[in-house]
């Protein structure tokens, strides 16, 4: 597991400069830029020494940069830069490059957004001509809003893969990745290149992010990534074939599917946090009417039924993501190196593949940040202070639902698969793969019992279980179909592909919303049943598939209107399972595996001396 | 208002310490605490001398000390120690102290909250035991966690109202409110006292927030605050009249009613910086399926439906807070100086007034956080720069939902309040005041129209916006029933009152939410029509209570199950509505009357240059 590779390595980020992140949060601005620096060189050393460390880190991808030690933005070399190289870069590319970048040679940024673009990367500015005479690309940035803000790790970069409009001849052939150099080996920038820091982020920890503007940059012609298309001696373009045009979003998506794992391990980290705390947390008297209300004691604050629906969801969000981050990965794994042995039906699932993650990404990110968020709330004050661990946990976890795909377009994205799949279903065409479940009847009213009895707490899980996810894949199809009429009247009124969507769009983002989240319950659901043996771990997994969700139809009972007609047993349910979950809450929490190494949190101490450990970490300030 | 007032004392506070707040992102945490001590110092001295700012600021309470500079925690002084003070003070003990401290000749703290125990107040451990011998109070935390924890300003202050168990020959009389002083003339700590700091928090902002420990710390009898309650030289504890024994929260009531305000201000403010920029940032072409794409053009963010969806509720609610802020201002003073006063019937207003108020304070300003942030996540990365201004807001957001009065229990003390009220309805007693709408007739299914089109795009406005406010009143009612319902069958079956809380506790949050937003939209609704001429402003301000109101609606359709039957044609006339309340959205944030110096954000900036202003601010980072 992920927790043990960290274990493996863990011993060689001890001793300074990695011992002293707890004193991060007094320095300032550039003291912690430099800090991070000189962890980053530290880092760069062991990484080229330790080949266990090596292989946990690249060929097997169990641990990251940011598990070991706070790290600043030497991550994105890892996640971004060097999967680009790997599917985008021609074999003489790769040879050329590859192997300096595994060893951290040189470090890359990923160059895309521009201060005037992010999400509509196909109107960047900043422009790649191709000089026939010298045979090389004048990469420039024509305006202020060209000029590059954002990339993660630019500011201390030597390289970066700047993505460009290709001019050749006079034409535009649209944005391409090109290979660029910031600066020469003694760190000085080259030519024409200004970069610069873009200043404090509302996460803390973030120094390290840059901006580029270019003036005339010259670099050879064969910085062009040139795997699926090329430009000739003579600027001659040659486009990649249709079926591929998509494959240069692999890297992209192989971030996106990174993202989920990441929903995961962030909740989990916070609601192991919020779990241990709560435990130990004792604030309310058990008999508050009572003369002598003190000498009844309190109530542990997990003990209370709002507290636990609250920790016990994100608890299944957890599980749910992690389940789901697998099948994410196996999905892609299963598309990309199709398509990189040369299959040309892999490339077929291209456009199914970007749907799923695009809707994954933004819904997970999007959860978890709500889910983290709210643990640091069920933390009370406490949650306030930055070494609680769970305050700036609820500051990352915003991070990418902006960041690699904005969570607005790309539920876009998913939404407008989910159309197609409505136009080709009416074309009689049976829907499959992800949509598969699209062709299952629909939900009659009858099926959910008198005043929704068939989920109450009378129910047998038996039944519950099955019936829920047929409602939430009812729910999805619905309104894919709800969407795609609406968009086809659009249409039908005369308006363009862009004005049909923008009629249809609060619609569009819950469809996608709908989809995603049957998927992710159907992951859980399968995947609880396929991995574990019939027993307590399975049972106290699927009662938390059934408890998220009975909570995600009971929250949007709106969306089952004509078939719902009372939701009072859905929740006398809910109450329920919480009880009987509670048991089983701090050993499904204990399961994530985090150490106290991991979750550096005066709350979440395995050994539960939460005061002692506030009151210590509160003397350390140098005010005291 | 108070952007008037805000204008007209501004200028008191330019130049050094003042001017380079936009610089505090850069500095460490101990180099901040010194800048916002230098500011504090020179506050001071503008409030003693300058008493057109004292009048503003004290009597007429028309501008805070955050308005005006990068404040650190000053403000703690203003909203809850003076105000203590002025309501819980015996004549004499105002005699002794109101000068000076509205003077600021010396500095208090409010220090209630301890490490063990924010939300029990009744359960904190410092006690104050009184010494017939010296006629003295003995102040002393006996444990780690009776140590003060939290309280704002602490660190840095020379008094505080300590709130301990006072005893007297043995007995415990529960908690009460203490004069003690921390340091004396020299700033020297007096014997006894331990004041420390407590760590960075998530907004970077907070330095000063201490803890203290008491070790036997000696006051006069005289400093027990006692207005309504005394202590005789003999030791005899003379008890508050019961009906005044809930007055001694008026403090904390202001302050929430503050509070309120807080997130009228804070949503206001971040939905003119969304609205200023989303109208500049142009992001996805027009026609993005033509061949060429760029040639179209983009659409200004603040066209797409989704963003209009999210930036119009946020407006929206903005409005909504406003017109609640100055009903929950009124109340209060109509109470309090009612019992200020003596009046006898004024005190039996207290337990509404204190529902009302707990009710309130946790729905605005958890919306308003949630509001806040989603206006954060619309400017897409740029959110994320705290330059923008909106990064931080979402952070100082977070605050008031936990301080002062928890979120959670402050809703459950709404809704035993909801509960008695049914009661009260069930003896037949008609219920009056904040919950008189209950006695109106339920709305019944037909009102709907046939697929929910009493509220679709063919409806008008004149029969719709009474009907929601109709279905809003209806829904709280059923809610409350519900809850009350729910608790007796436990007490029933022989819980104890504490039992039943708890097993209805999810429930009963959203019982008190429904109420509130009933009371949000009931006020939003007549302030309007009351406030306002007939005119375009009018039906400006009419549009966005619909608009809320079918939002709050919509997304709760689930409540609304067996009356409602369809919620398309109420998504129909909300989209319908974004369009017509587009053109308006500017001038209803310039309404706001927010300028460029209070907003301090790159993408709020009144003259659209926001490129340039995220660049320039930018290159204030000290690494470029
Ligand atoms: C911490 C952080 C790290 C980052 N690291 C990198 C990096 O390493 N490399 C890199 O290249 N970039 C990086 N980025 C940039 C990131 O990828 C962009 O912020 C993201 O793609 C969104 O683009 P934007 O910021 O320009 O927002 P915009 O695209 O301008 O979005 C603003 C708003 O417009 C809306 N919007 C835009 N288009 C549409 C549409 N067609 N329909 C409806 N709504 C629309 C969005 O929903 C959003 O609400 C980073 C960003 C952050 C915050
Ligand atoms: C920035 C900031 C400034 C502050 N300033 C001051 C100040 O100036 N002076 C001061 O005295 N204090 C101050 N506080 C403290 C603040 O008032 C407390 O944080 C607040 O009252 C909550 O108490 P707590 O932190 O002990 O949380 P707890 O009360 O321990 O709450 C933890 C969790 O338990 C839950 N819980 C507790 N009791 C119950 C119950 N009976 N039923 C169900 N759930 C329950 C809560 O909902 C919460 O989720 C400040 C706090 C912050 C964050």
Known sequence: ???????????????????????????????????????????????????????????????????????????????????????????????????????????????????????????????????????????????????????????????????????????????????????????????????????????????????????HVRVPRFNLFARNQQLTREGEYIAAPPKLSKFKYIGMM???????????????????????????????????????????????????????????????LAYAFHFSSRYANEFLARVRDGVMAGDDTAADGLPELHATLAGMKTFCTWTAHQQVEAMRKSCGGQGFLRASGVGDLAQAATEPVTAEGEHVILALQTARFLMKTVREMRRHLAPVGSVAYMREPPVRPEELGERGGALGPGALPASVRPLLLRLLGDRSRRFAEKLEAGFAAEVARGATFDQALNKVMVLAFRAAECHTIYTLARNNHDVVLQKTQEGPLRDALLRLYELISLQLVYENAGDFL???????????????????????????????????????????????????????????????
């Open 1 to 215: 597991s992920r927790q043990e590779a960290i274990n493996r390595v863990k011993g060689l980020f001890t001793g300074p400069p990695f011992d002293d992140a707890h004193m991060d949060a007094f320095r300032s601005y550039r003291e912690l830029f430099e800090k991070q620096s000189e962890r980053a060189v530290e880092a760069t050393k062991i990484l080229r020494s330790s080949p266990e460390f090596r292989s946990l880190h690249q060929q097997q991808r169990r641990v990251n940069m940011a598990d070991l030690y706070a790290s600043g933005s030497l991550g994105i070399h890892f996640v971004a830069f060097l999967p680009f190289l790997e599917t985008q870069a021609s074999d003489e590319q790769k040879r050329r490059w590859l192997a300096g970048a595994r060893n951290l040679e040189y470090i890359g940024a990923y160059a895309q957004t521009e201060l005037g673009h992010g999400s509509n990367v196909r109107a960047l500015e900043t422009t790649a001509t191709f000089d026939p005479l010298t045979d090389e690309f004048v990469i420039h940035s024509p305006t202020l809003t060209s000029i590059k803000w954002w990339p993660t790790g630019m500011y201390a970069s030597t390289h970066g893969i700047v993505f460009a409009q290709l001019y050749s001849k006079g034409t535009n052939y649209g944005y391409h990745g090109f290979m660029v150099q910031f600066r020469d080996d003694q760190g000085h920038l080259m030519p024409g290149v200004e970069v610069g820091e873009i200043g404090p982020k509302i996460d803390p920890r973030n120094t390290n992010i840059g901006y580029a503007r270019f003036t």
């Open 254 to 316: 192989t971030i996106r599917s990174g993202m989920v794992g990441g929903a995961y391990s962030m909740t989990a980290n916070a609601v192991t946090t919020a779990v241990r705390y709560l435990c130990i947390r004792r604030q309310g008297f058990k008999d508050s009417t009572s003369e002598n209300a003190l000498a009844s004691g309190e109530h542990a604050v997990l003990d209370y039924q709002l507290h636990q629906y609250r920790v016990f969801k994100a608890l299944a």
């Open 562 to 624: 004509g078939l719902l007609s009372d939701a009072d047993a859905i929740l006398a349910r809910i109450n329920r399972l919480l009880e009987q979950i509670r048991p089983d809450a701090v050993a499904l929490t204990d399961g994530f595996g985090f150490t106290d190494w991991n979750l550096k949190s005066t709350l979440g101490r395995f050994d539960g001396n939460v005061y002692e450990a506030i009151y210590e970490e509160a003397k350390l300030s140098p005010l005291n």
